[in-house]
């Protein structure tokens, strides 16, 4: 299902939206490019999800966890190799922990994505250069 954000309110209330049909243990994985708004969504996922915290990239953290309702765990793929760098960093730990794995630059690390997984595409809309198409796959629409 395709949705149009105009800004980045849109795009947390989008995150927060999702959060609403979840079940613990999903998996979401994010496709885009820079700057398109993975962050800014999993801070409306966190918001869904009841957590408090302030949520930051992982970039440089590969993972940050945050608690709530729901546990959230916000990966950064940018910087590994491939889905063996996934695993040593206890991949299968977090599935196993029955939170929210959110997982940006998904594409990294595809083969160890379960196949249930739920795609969240954010690009650039054609026309207006502010605005976001956000593809959501995987789950019913809402």
Known sequence: MDYISRGEAETEALGCR????LAPGAVVAYRGGLGMGK?????GLARGLGCRS??????FTIVNEYEGTV????FDMYRL???????????EDYLDR?????VEWSERVEEALPD???????ARHPEQEDWRVVTIEGTAPF
């Open 18 to 21: 999702l959060a609403a049909v």
């Open 39 to 43: 962050t800014a969504f999993t801070r």
């Open 54 to 59: 302030r949520v930051t990239s992982p970039t």
């Open 71 to 74: 546990p959230l765990f916000h």
């Open 81 to 91: 190799e491939d889905a063996g760098d996934l695993f040593d960093i206890g991949w």
């Open 98 to 102: 029955g939170g929210i794995c959110a």
């Open 116 to 122: 249930d997984a739920v795609t969240v595409a954010i």
